[in-house]
């Protein structure tokens, strides 16, 4: 654990908070007879991960095993390229010369930020509208990794169950609004080097942009389309 000094504090300009950051990493570091250099970078690169993610850094990194040589300078790294920066994450770490030689720490980064929460009880269907949306402060940890924070990834999108007053938005919950109904006449192009065909036809599924459904033209034919606008689809190749 580290020094409880490091455990919360306020965001300062950035400059300011990573030296702190590496200032209290290497005083509690010192204290337990870890390897300084190696906790000082791997603090400093989760630091500079989280750091956007909100106001408030918490950063605990497990001590390597003390059977381990010191690891000369250090290069942190995720093993997986697209790990959140967030809860509980595993570093790597190239050492020495060449970077031939790597190893791995675990860490608890917790981040205090702001995230949306349903302003009222929402009923399924219901077309989400910035009134409906309200924004809370807490540990983005906590989450569940389907949590969305972003208003703008919530406002205009569908709800597909009810949600109560309070309740986290979360990405399974929420669909693109149908541009194309079932049953409904629509246009469909298809476009190549030197040609375009528009043609006319039936959708037999609903759904919203991107949303890939069938399409069923006059002469019975069909294919699949991509729905780009109201009542429009284009099929790609």
């Known amino acids: 654990m580290l020094a409880p000094s490091l455990r919360a504090f306020r965001c300062l300009p950035f400059h300011l908070c990573y ?11 010192q204290a337990r007879g870890d390897d300084p250099s190696l906790i000082e970078a ?11 993610l909100g106001q408030e850094v918490m950063i605990d990194v497990s001590p390597p095993s003390a059977h381990l040589p ?8 995720f093993p997986n390229a697209r790990q959140a920066p967030i809860g509980r994450v595993s570093v790597g770490v190239r050492c020495g ?9 675990q860490a608890q980064v917790d981040v205090v930020g702001s ?5 009222q009880d929402i009923p399924r269907k219901a077309l989400i509208t910035q ?12 989450l569940t990794a389907n949590a969305l924070t972003d208003e703008d990834a919530i406002i205009g999108k569908v709800a597909q169950r009810p949600l109560r ?23 469909v192009s298809a476009q190549g080097p030197g040609f375009r065909v ?24 069909l294919v699949t389309a991509r729905v780009t606008r109201e009542g429009a689809l284009v099929v790609d190749f």
């Open 19 to 29: 030296l702190l950051v590496i200032a209290l990493s290497l005083a509690a570091t």
């Open 42 to 52: 791997v603090q400093g690169f989760l630091y500079q991960q989280a750091q956007p």
């Open 70 to 77: 010191a690891c000369i300078a250090p290069e942190p790294f």
């Open 97 to 105: 010369e060449g970077r031939r030689q790597v190893r791995y720490l």
């Open 115 to 119: 995230y949306m929460v349903a302003a």
């Open 131 to 142: 009134a409906m949306i309200t924004q809370r402060q807490g540990n983005l940890g906590d």
């Open 165 to 187: 007053q309070g309740e986290v938005f979360q990405a399974h919950a929420l669909q693109t609004p149908d541009l194309v109904e079932r049953g409904q006449r629509v246009t």
């Open 198 to 221: 528009t043609r006319e036809g039936e959708a037999l599924e609903s759904g919203g942009e991107g949303a890939r459904i069938r399409v069923r033209f006059d002469t019975r034919e």
